[in-house]
């Protein structure tokens, strides 16, 4: 089993940065890969981003490119998403999710069901004022 816990979310205005944790724990060792994946109020759950375990291969939906960055610290078991230019449609429940499945490329997540993902926190939330 995995547990993995999301920090940092909170009330920003457009145009401000913010930076999300996810701390990993349990069975970490059979983690392949981690992804945020969001869900705004009324929509359905979105692929934002995903890194390898090993930190080398990174992968981002396009509403986000530019803006968001994905990074983890291996000593820590800790991945974060820094958001930065934050606008209103990223509002939203930010969810941390791990992948034991050996597969790593953009379809591996984007377009896979539950984007790939086998463990999820249990989010948390991000509202950007306008």
């Known amino acids: 089993q995995v547990q993995l816990v999301e920090s940092g979310g909170g009330l920003v205005q457009a145009g401000a940065s913010l930076r999300l944790s996810c701390a990993a724990s349990?069975?970490?060792?059979?983690?392949?890969?981690m992804a945020w994946i969001r869900q705004a109020p009324g929509k359905e759950r979105e692929f934002v981003a995903a890194?390898?375990?090993?930190?080398?291969?990174?992968y981002y939906a396009e509403p986000v490119k530019g803006r968001f960055t994905i990074s983890r610290d291996n000593a820590k078991n800790t991945v974060f998403l820094q958001m930065n230019s934050l606008k209103a449609e990223d509002t939203a429940v930010y969810y941390c999710?791990?992948?034991?499945?050996?597969?790593?490329?953009?379809?591996?997540?984007?377009?896979?069901?539950?984007?790939?993902?086998?463990?999820w926190g249990k989010g948390t939330l991000v509202t950007v004022s306008s």
């Open positions: 999710a791990a992948s034991i499945t050996p597969c790593l490329g953009y379809g591996c997540y984007a377009l896979a069901e539950d984007y790939g993902m086998d463990y």
């Open positions: 349990g069975r970490t060792s059979s983690i392949y890969a």
């Open positions: 890194i390898s375990w090993s930190g080398d291969s990174t």
